[in-house]
């Protein structure tokens, strides 16, 4: 893998808080909404991988593109990516179940620290490095 697993996933948020103005009623809704779209995308995900269905892969990494970078989520895209290419090489192979976990695994931290957001303090977070 091209990345450590070791490293703790690392969000952020700053994308949301620009794109809702700041306004904590807002980013809060696109928190929850972004926490529901996710698990939504583990699941496909999952599907997938289990299909070996490496076109349909493809469309899901092209659809949470956005979501991700909104989460600057960049880590659990690369797994994806990687997943995707493992599967079209060999998709038998012991290095894709290996990939599989980590990006399952990724998607859990990714969630968990979605989940984890006050949006009242990261609000005021961004406030205080921006001002």
Not at 29 to 51: A, G, H
Not at 75 to 100: F, V, W, Y
């Amino acid at each position: 893998m091209s990345q450590d697993d070791s490293n703790p996933s690392i969000i952020g948020i700053s994308r949301m808080v620009k794109i809702t103005f700041g306004h904590r009623d807002k980013l809060a809704k696109l928190l929850s909404n972004t926490l529901s779209t996710l698990k939504d995308y583990k699941e496909e995900f999952e599907q997938l991988l289990q299909e070996k269905d490496h076109e349909g892969l493809g469309v899901l990494i092209h659809t949470s593109t956005m979501t991700l970078y909104y989460i600057e989520a960049s880590k659990l895209d690369q797994l994806m990516r990687e997943c995707r290419e493992l599967l079209i090489r060999n998709p038998g192979s012991e290095e894709l179940l290996h990939a599989t976990t980590a990006t399952i695994a990724e998607f859990n931290s990714v969630m968990a620290a979605v989940n984890d957001i006050d949006p009242d303090q990261a609000l005021r977070e961004y406030s205080s490095r921006n001002s």
